[in-house]
């Protein structure tokens, strides 16, 4: 299976500033078809996971333009621009290129 | 809008049954691969199944092989986890996912085993 690890585990931020998640996989996520299949998704406690990029760089319908995704191959970036008080959770990455689809161990982003 | 509400979830006994169901509203689920992924106490997220539109492929995690079995009934717009043999550490929260986008999520319910 495919290991995708990410970093920092935990993210302390202060209110207004910008945060960075990394997820790196083991084998290059680049499908057949050219597509990236990497994920994003926020966890807000005692929710269900919401996916807020798909496909490493596109913002699914009402996520705040302050999230953004970038990377290629295997090394994948989620950014935070400016950290506000409803962004605290757990971040994971997800590839599905390659079944079974796996996820990262997730970031608890909390603030400082 | 769409809408998944799983079912089914509930304490059982090590090596017993349980069967989750999934009911989906708000898109044409004919049209979707579903999955199922779970998440222990505590702990991150695994994919454990997933199916094609037609129900004619289905894939499984290595953990749950030969034990879980998913199935749909697109007339019913449904989606089910048959589960059999179960372990303690078949214990979560398992999810009711659409597509292999992996869009959207249901609530969840808890499978608990008992040791």
């Known amino acids: 299976d495919v290991v995708m690890t990410q970093s920092p585990l935990s993210l302390p931020v202060t209110l207004g500033q910008p945060a960075s998640i990394s997820c790196r996989s083991s084998?290059?996520?680049?499908?057949?078809?050219?597509?990236?299949?990497l994920n994003w998704f926020q966890q807000r406690p005692g929710q269900s996971p919401r996916r807020l990029i798909y496909k490493v760089s596109n913002r699914d319908s009402g996520v705040p333009d302050r999230f953004s995704g970038s990377g290629s191959g295997t090394d994948f970036t989620l950014k935070i621009s400016r950290v506000e008080a409803e962004d605290v959770g757990l971040y994971y990455c997800?590839?599905?290129?390659?079944?079974?689809?796996?996820f990262g161990q997730g970031t608890k982003l909390e603030i400082k | 809008e769409v809408q998944l509400v799983e079912s089914g979830g509930g304490l059982v006994q090590r090596g017993g049954s349980l069967r989750l169901s999934c009911a989906a509203s708000g898109f044409t689920f004919s049209n979707f691969w579903m999955s199922w992924v779970r998440q222990a106490p505590g702990k991150g997220l695994e994919w454990v199944a997933n199916i094609k539109p037609d129900g004619g492929e289905k894939y499984y995690v290595d953990s749950v092989k030969g034990r879980f079995t998913i199935s749909r009934d697109n007339a019913k717009n449904s989606l089910y986890l048959q589960m059999n043999s179960l372990r303690a550490e078949d214990t979560a929260v398992y999810y009711c996912?659409?597509?292999?986008?992996?869009?959207?999520w249901g609530q969840g319910t808890l499978v608990t085993v008992s040791s």
């Open positions: 084998q290059s996520l680049v499908y057949s078809d050219g597509n990236t299949y």
């Open positions: 996912v659409r597509g292999r986008g992996t869009d959207y």
């Open positions: 997800m590839q599905g290129t390659h079944w079974p689809g796996t």
